[in-house]
């Protein structure tokens, strides 16, 4: 494989802990349901006020994940990117359906991804090697 032939890509983003803490506070289940997956809320402790940082984090992955794509007017929808958390305790991002179309047309091969919360904000960058030249 030959350097020339792939390029690095990286989105990042940061979000609020406490808009995310509002939002669940005001919408409650409606809010949770409609952004995150089943595995999301479980590994955060469910739909809960108590649970905003680890949402935050993951939110803010999928935001990363959707500048990664470079995602012009076809967004793939909140729950087709999930951060899915792996039996070590790290996590991954798992694409759906759509998610996957615009990762397979901007030519990514591979993902890796970082989260954190800390200090009233969530931050996470998401790195991904592509074929170069793919999704110009």
Request: glycine fraction near 12%; charged fraction near 25%; proline fraction near 2%.
């Amino acid at each position: 494989m030959d350097c020339d032939d792939f390029e690095v890509r990286v989105g990042t983003d940061v979000q609020s802990i406490a808009e995310v803490a509002q939002s669940i506070a005001h919408f409650g289940d409606r809010y949770v349901r409609r952004l995150y997956t089943e595995h999301e809320v479980e590994c955060c402790g469910g739909a809960r006020v108590e649970s905003a940082p680890g949402l935050a984090a993951r939110f803010a992955a999928k935001e990363a994940m959707i500048k990664l794509l470079r995602v012009k007017d076809n967004d793939p929808g909140w729950k087709s990117i999930e951060v899915r958390r792996r039996p070590g305790g790290w996590c991954e991002i798992s694409l759906g359906e759509s998610a996957r179309r615009l990762a397979d047309e901007a030519g990514v091969t591979h993902l890796s991804m970082s989260m954190s919360h800390g200090a009233g904000v969530a931050t996470a960058t998401v790195v991904g090697l592509c074929q170069a030249g793919a999704g110009a």
